[in-house]
Structures are given as structure tokens and as C-alpha cells.
């Protein structure tokens, strides 16, 4: 049993993959070819917004976002205390500050009541985290960043696809950034990511910044970075979009489907014969992508542990809220009782859109056995 099953999904594309990556190695424009462009186009119209930029990878769409926000030394930025680390990483590397506030116990997201509290007169910047698939409450967070004149940028790593009221992740706030690394929702074979925006004057900044700062060719008008998608990505991701609508309806449905066998084996709330197991909450107004189909349990290690001796991989995410790892270890913070406590029993099940009933109940069942110990 794989966590995340590439092979089968490759089997549905491979045809339409290796043509798509032929024509690359026949025009060799390796380096911002065709493909770039035809994706970028694509995927501006699948989000539904003026503007989208490949980018090296997901790190690479948070750093750059912030570039073109002239964010830095002196600025802090809000971002939830749970997270990937990359979505503090960036701020520090840029020399301003991550602020954490903590997250929503349900939906695992910025909690919108703990924002406003954490504002001063430098915040610049906002970066709610999509987990698992699901949006942040975005609008809430829209209307706080405003009253205060600060930037939202959604890092929507794990939830492109995903929709909030109606509207794609990462048209949602005034930079969506997402990761194309290959267990993401929409994954190539190596790194990549994307930036999208409505606003003109930061995508001509982000399209820059990706390749040096430079507006035409050795003429740098700002710091940039090498941080540009490759073609071969580019190719490898126009053949997965084709099939990435059906995918997305299929996550949907598979992320259900655990959900009501977790019910049906006789999960009531959030209780399982004395052994607490909490299934994931996914809003009315959202639709998850499940980039992560995740739970929570007590004694998650020795879970973890049972289920990996029946062959069952699982994964966490993450052990550690940010603001406990070592690199943040000089910040002065407050406290983050959630992401403290949450940390401790998330455990993360095989997800991807080509899991069939009879294995999810197999999970099911040996999670509950787990479970009760
Ligand atoms: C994966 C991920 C990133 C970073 O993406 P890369 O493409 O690996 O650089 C950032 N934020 C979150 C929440 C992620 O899950």
C-alpha cells in the first residue's frame, strides 16, 4: 500500500505525459519554453484570476511574493503556529519577523479570533495556511488585513483545486501561492510552484523577481532569484491537469467516503470506544481537496506504530508547531495551546484519488483496532 500512489495515476496519463514531455526534449527550450506559458495561461483561467507565474517550487512562491511586496527587515508577518516550515521560513529569511497565532481546533486554520490581537504597527503582511486541503477562513481574514492595510497572501501549498464559497484557492486574497511538489494535489516529477494575482503591477514584480529582477534581458531593475519553473515541469503538469478536474471530484469523494466508514465502524463525534478519534471537519462553504485526509488520535506514535506493522504507511503532519522548532527558538512568543495539542495526535492516512473501497476500509478498520489498542 502506498501513502500517496503515483504509479496509478502515472498509468492513466502516461501517453499524453510522454508526448507532452518529447515535445519539450524536441524544441529544447528548456528554460521558460512554451510550456511555461501554456500552463501559466491554463491554470490563470482554471483559478479564475488575471495572472498566474511558475515558480521553482512552493518555497520559491512564498519568497517571491513577499519580495514583490518589498517585505523585510523590520516588517513582521502573521502565519499560523502550525504549518509546513516554509511558510515561516520565508518571513525569516527575508529578515522580518513570523508572528504566530494560533489555529482554529476543528478546521486547522489561522483561527480568524486570534488575528487581530497579534496586528501591530509592523505587520505588512498576512499568510494563512490552506491546510490539509482546506482554505483558511479567508474572507474573515480579507476584512481584518483591510481595516489595517495589510497584504493577504494565501499559501495554498496544499489546497490547489480546493474551493471557499464558490471561488478556487489562490484567487482568494491578493497572492495565492502553491507548491507543485509531486504529493501535492497537483504534483510534477520534481519541484515547482505557481504565484497568482488580479493585480498587474505584482505580477510584472513576480514575474521579475523569478528571473532575476530582470525586465528584459541583463537589465535588473530589482533583486530577484533564480526561481523559475522548469519546462519539463511545466509539460509533466499540463498533462496531469487534464485529468486533474476528475481527480478533485475523486479526492472529494474518497475524503467522504473515509469519513462515513469512520462513522459506520462506530465513531460517534469524536469518541471510539474510550479511545478518542476525531475525524477531519471540512466547512459547509468549503470543498476540500484533501491534500492530507487526517486524524486525530490518542497515543498517535504507537497508532502509527501498530498500523505500519499491518502495512499500512501513515505520516505526520507536523510533530512540532512552528514556533517550537529550534530555528525559532531566539523568537519571544506567546502561546499556541492548539497547535501544541493537535501536534500530538494528527496522524495523516493514505490519500490520493485513486484509493478504492475495499482498501480505505481495510484502513478503517485496522485504524479503529489500532486506536482501541
Ligand atoms: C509543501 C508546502 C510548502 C512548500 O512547497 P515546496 O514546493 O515544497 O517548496 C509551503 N507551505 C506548505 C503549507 C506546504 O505544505
Given at each position: ?55 521553482a517550487s512552493g518555497t520559491d ?216 478519534l476525531l475525524t477531519p471537519h ?92
Amino acid at each position: 500500500m502506498r501513502f500517496i500512489d503515483l504509479k496509478t495515476q502515472y498509468a492513466h496519463i502516461a501517453q499524453d505525459l510522454r508526448a507532452r514531455i518529447d515535445a519539450v526534449l524536441d524544441h529544447g527550450q528548456f528554460i521558460l519554453g512554451p510550456e511555461v506559458r501554456e500552463l501559466e495561461e491554463r491554470l490563470a483561467e482554471f483559478v479564475g484570476v488575471r495572472h498566474c507565474i511558475g515558480v521553482a517550487s512552493g518555497t520559491d512562491a512564498l519568497l517571491i511574493a513577499m519580495l514583490a511586496l518589498e517585505i523585510g527587515r523590520g516588517d513582521e508577518v502573521i502565519t499560523p503556529a502550525f504549518s509546513f516550515i516554509a511558510t515561516a521560513e520565508t518571513i525569516a529569511l527575508l529578515g522580518a519577523r513570523p508572528v504566530f497565532v494560533d489555529i482554529d481546533p476543528v478546521a486547522y486554520t489561522l483561527d480568524p479570533n486570534k488575528l487581530e490581537t497579534a496586528i501591530t504597527s509592523r505587520t505588512r503582511a498576512i499568510i494563512p495556511v490552506s491546510l490539509y486541503g482546506q482554505c483558511a477562513e479567508m474572507d474573515t481574514i480579507n476584512a481584518i488585513a483591510a481595516r489595517h492595510g495589510i497584504a493577504v497572501i494565501e499559501d495554498a501549498a496544499q489546497s490547489f483545486g480546493a474551493l471557499y464559497r464558490g471561488r478556487r484557492s489562490c484567487a482568494l486574497s491578493a497572492i495565492g501561492c502553491t507548491s507543485f511538489f509531486p504529493s501535492k494535489p497537483l504534483g510534477a516529477y520534481g519541484d515547482g510552484g505557481a504565484c497568482f494575482t488580479n493585480d498587474d503591477r505584482l505580477a510584472q514584480a513576480i514575474r521579475e523577481i523569478r528571473d532575476h529582477g530582470q525586465d528584459r534581458r541583463y537589465h535588473h531593475r530589482r533583486l530577484g532569484l533564480n526561481g523559475r519553473l522548469d519546462t519539463l515541469q511545466a509539460a509533466v503538469l499540463l498533462a496531469k491537469l487534464a485529468v486533474f478536474p476528475e481527480e478533485i471530484a475523486a479526492r472529494a469523494r474518497i475524503g467522504a467516503r473515509y469519513t462515513e466508514l469512520f462513522q459506520a465502524h462506530g465513531v460517534v463525534g469524536s469518541d471510539v470506544g474510550g479511545a478518542p478519534l476525531l475525524t477531519p471537519h471540512v466547512h459547509p462553504h468549503n470543498q476540500s481537496v484533501y491534500a492530507q485526509y487526517t486524524i486525530q488520535v490518542e497515543e498517535r506514535d504507537e497508532v502509527a506504530a501498530r498500523l505500519a506493522q499491518q502495512g499500512i504507511p501513515t505520516a505526520v503532519h507536523y510533530p512540532l508547531p512552528l514556533p517550537e522548532q529550534p530555528v525559532f527558538s531566539g523568537l519571544a512568543q506567546g502561546d499556541h495551546p492548539v497547535s501544541t495539542a493537535v501536534a500530538q495526535r494528527v496522524l495523516s492516512l493514505p490519500m490520493h484519488p485513486y484509493l478504492d473501497e475495499a482498501t480505505q476500509e481495510r484502513i478503517v478498520i485496522a485504524v479503529m483496532q489500532a486506536a482501541r489498542g
